[in-house]
């Protein structure tokens, strides 16, 4: 769970998933900037539409400790987000897709594609709901996910589809202190190449949540929740057999913006995953997650980022108990200008295989805003990878400069 600025990515280093949230995570925020430049329809939709081209030298593309390959690469990012507020209810479309061309290495090349939706509404002061989907046709890079360590070996990067479909039911007025959260989720992943392996990996997950917050005053909120999610492999394992599970986790803890200062979350609380198959290793345990903000300037923001939970392997093992810590700082050194700096630590410890990772990340990345259309950043990014298992060793560096233009 790294955190860039003041959002969090996902504590799954190797999920590809996170690259919707890189491709994505920033337009809300430009939609607010760009709020007096947005496309107005006569739908009632206000569209934004934009563009991101950067350019990178990855020095270890297939992420292996040996013959490290490295390659320029050209990433083309258009984007689109189209919102609508229809009184107290709000819908907010976005879409984008990613081309990625490696010009040392052809077999790497990419294109990926992301939607999402998501639907705010307010019956009455009492009721609320919220769905949400989103679809994701991506990559794992070689040598990540499924084939772990195999980057030389492997013919070419992972493909895979993500369908995710979520929503809650709020009752409760949020002039009362008191509120009721209901909600309920569907995922399904299916890979789309090298289906000798990654076959045995395609899975769905239903989950159900329930959540009662409780408001004490002084902008705190009081909060616990439970969430079951029921995964199902569509193919039984060759190895050691089915990997079907329920997971469900209990939490307490709290919201909080008690000053002008710090806001956050905080949730703690006890984990348990119990496979089908006996022959699989269960687990139960202390889990956790917190995210907080400190900002003792009003152009210069601390974040502290962290969690602890069990989760499927991507390739060996039966779970992995995956700890992780960010810390970011954002700095405004100007209404243009803006940059950032990032750390994150995860310790990854594999039940059912002899196997502990410690993965280390580094950021830093400058930003200059030209004008309300254009936008310029540049960075570097530092990945070192340790393990008591040789071959997952690794380390890489990436070096991006990237223009944006917000049409």
């Known amino acids: 769970m790294f955190i860039r600025g003041k959002k969090k990515m996902t504590n799954k280093v190797t999920s590809s998933i996170c690259l919707a949230t890189l491709m994505l995570g920033s337009m809300p925020v430009m939609a607010q900037e760009q709020s007096g430049y947005v496309i107005q329809t006569e739908s009632g939709f206000d569209l934004i539409p934009g563009v991101d081209v950067t350019l990178k030298h990855d020095d270890n593309i297939a992420n292996t400790q040996f013959n490290e390959q490295s390659s320029s690469i050209l990433v083309v990012t258009p984007t689109l987000a189209a919102t609508l507020l229809d009184g107290v209810n709000e819908y907010n479309l976005q879409t984008a897709v990613s ?197 003792p300037l009003s152009y210069s923001t601390v974040t502290l980022d962290t969690g602890r939970r069990a989760r499927d392997p991507d390739l060996r093992g039966d779970v992995i108990k995956e700890s992780s810590y960010g810390l970011g700082w954002e700095h405004d050194w100007s209404s243009d200008m803006q940059s950032n700096l990032l750390v994150g630590y995860v310790r990854s410890d594999y039940q059912g295989v002899d196997q502990l990772d410690k993965y280390w990340r580094y950021e830093a990345n400058m930003s200059y805003r030209i004008n309300y259309l254009w936008k310029l950043e540049g960075g570097v990014e530092f990945s070192d990878r340790s393990s008591n298992v040789d071959i997952f060793n690794f380390d890489k560096r990436v070096i991006y400069l990237s223009v944006g233009l917000n049409l």
Not at 213 to 231: E, K, M, N, P
Request: hydrophobic residues 35%; aromatic residues 14%; without cysteine.
């Open 99 to 295: 081309g990625g061309r490696y010009f040392s290495s052809s077999i790497d090349d990419y294109f990926d594609a992301y939607a999402s939706g998501q639907a705010k509404m307010e019956f009455t002061d009492q009721h609320r709901l919220q769905l949400d989907a989103e679809y994701l046709d991506s990559h794992d890079q070689r040598g990540t996910g499924v084939f772990d360590a195999s980057g030389q070996t492997q013919p070419e990067p992972t493909e895979y589809r993500v369908i995710d479909l979520s929503g809650f039911y709020e009752f409760g007025a949020r002039s009362t202190p008191a509120r009721i959260r209901l909600g309920a989720g569907f995922m399904q992943k299916d890979y789309q190449n090298l289906k000798s392996i990654t076959q045995f990996r395609e899975f769905n997950k239903t989950s159900a949540t329930a959540a009662f917050y409780y408001d004490t005053g002084a902008f705190t909120s009081l909060v616990a929740q439970f969430q079951r999610d029921d995964i199902r492999y569509d193919l039984v394992d060759i190895d050691r057999g089915s990997r079907d599970n329920l997971d469900a986790r209990y939490m307490v803890g709290m919201d909080w913006q008690a000053t002008a200062l710090t806001s956050g979350e905080l949730r703690i609380g006890y984990q348990d995953k119990t496979f089908d198959n006996p022959l699989r290793e269960d687990f139960s345990g202390l889990s956790w997650e917190a995210a907080i903000n400190w900002q």
